[in-house]
């Protein structure tokens, strides 16, 4: 069992029927998820954030992953959260978003998904990974994207090479399926994003096959939004959404 850094670990709240899964991002941690996780249990729902395979430990063990992996992760920990839960939703930043996404493709029994910065399509990181691919193992972080002063993301300071492969991989499969979901569908999306452009949530909104569907601006935020000035709108418009769909 590799070392899990301090913050990093899964988190786990028991609380009513309702389920909320939280995933974090792309060589990011829980901790980036946690004040949203918080929120959600303090407002009486269970929460379930697993720590995706290869993160929170060193950027060496995350070149070691791939995107199955993060796939199996939250697969799994669907299949955990339903043994606590019987009404589930699933919210996610980033990479996390795109796995929200992948699982309302998968799973048209939840009761609805909450994509936040969701990544499908990021042409500058396809750019990088042509042009470094065999000649580095790593690049510079994409970490700490937050407008906040004095907020700092639990993240790797180096991001793997191979692991962008798999980003890539599992952002295009993801997005050729987006006309799958049918659920429920809350979409955050910060209108500055230095990570993944914010046309990512806009496609989303307009390729899924959801009637009940909406997509909220975060006109304060960076791409780590769940750290962010308006991690209060989040909560807010969350809960307003499970509380309208959890029956």
């Known amino acids: 069992m590799p070392n899990v850094l301090k913050n990093a670990e899964p988190f786990f709240y028991q609380g009513n029927d309702i389920g909320v899964l939280v995933i974090h991002g792309f060589t990011g941690t829980t ?26 430990t060193t950027p060496e ?42 699982l ?15 990544a499908i399509d990021m042409p500058a990181l396809k750019d990088i990974y042509d042009a470094q691919y065999g000649k ?47 659920v429920p569908t809350l979409i955050f999306s910060s209108n500055i994003d230095h990570v993944v452009p914010p046309s990512n949530s806009q496609e989303i909104l307009d390729r899924i096959s959801s009637t009940n569907k909406k997509l909220v601006a975060l006109p304060e935020s960076y791409h780590v939004a769940t750290l962010d000035n308006d991690l209060p709108l989040i909560v807010e418009e969350a809960i307003a959404f499970i509380e309208a769909n959890k029956s």
């Not at 700490?144 to 295009?172: C, F, H, N, Q, W």
């Open 104 to 118: 309302g493709e998968n799973h048209p029994d939840l009761l609805g998904i909450m994509p936040i910065n969701a």
């Open 61 to 102: 063990d995350m070149a070691k992953a791939s995107y199955k992996d993060w796939i199996n992760d939250v697969e799994s920990a669907l299949a955990e959260l339903k043994r606590h839960a019987k009404k589930i939703f699933v919210l996610g930043l980033s990479m996390g978003g795109a796995l929200t996404c992948y």
């Open 136 to 182: 580095e193992e790593f690049i510079a972080g994409i970490g700490s994207d937050i407008k906040k002063p004095d907020v700092i993301e639990l993240a790797y300071e180096r991001t793997p090479i191979k692991s962008m492969g798999d980003i890539i991989a599992l952002m295009a499969m993801v997005r050729v399926d987006l006309p799958k979901i049918t």
């Open 31 to 56: 901790q980036s998820m946690s004040l949203v996780g918080e929120a959600l249990a303090k407002a009486g729902y269970t929460v379930l954030a697993p720590r995706l395979t290869g993160h929170g």
